[in-house]
């Protein structure tokens, strides 16, 4: 219901790929995390929490304007590389793998989704 209604906001497709791309990372982001957080007890896993609150704070600032929106997903993007640096630092090596690579999931589907909010912003301006 979320992305039916902010999607409605723009008739552009890349604004409303955008969202849905958006939305359901960090659902699946904040989904992961709490579900591992009350499995093994880590208070590590918090961290992810600033990611969907960078997001938050972000969408709100951004008024859900595109271009501001690409800037928003791109610092969550941001946000997970520097957790991807800090948080492996006392893993096993196999640990550490993992946890990059789930990172760079992350990333690239932050990433895509900010790619998507500067073409809606893009198309929006011709």
């Given amino acids: 219901m979320v992305i039916a209604l902010v999607a409605r906001k723009m008739g552009v497709w890349s604004y409303k790929a955008g969202v849905g791309v958006a939305i359901v990372t960090g659902f699946v982001l904040a989904w992961s995390t709490w579900v591992q957080a009350a499995d093994l007890e880590n208070p590590a896993n918090f961290w992810y929490d600033i990611v969907l609150m960078v997001g ?3 969408a709100w600032l951004a008024r859900l304007k595109a271009p501001a929106l690409a800037w928003t997903l ?3 993007a941001a946000v997970l590389v520097l957790i991807s640096v800090i948080l492996p630092s006392g893993a096993t090596p196999d640990q550490a793998r993992r946890m990059i ?5 992350y990333v690239v589907l932050f990433t895509a989704s900010g790619m998507l909010f ?3 912003g893009l198309s929006a301006t011709k």
């Fill in 74 to 76: 791109f610092a969550m």
């Fill in 118 to 120: 500067r073409h809606a």
């Fill in 56 to 58: 938050a704070i972000g």
């Fill in 101 to 105: 690579i789930g990172h760079a999931v």
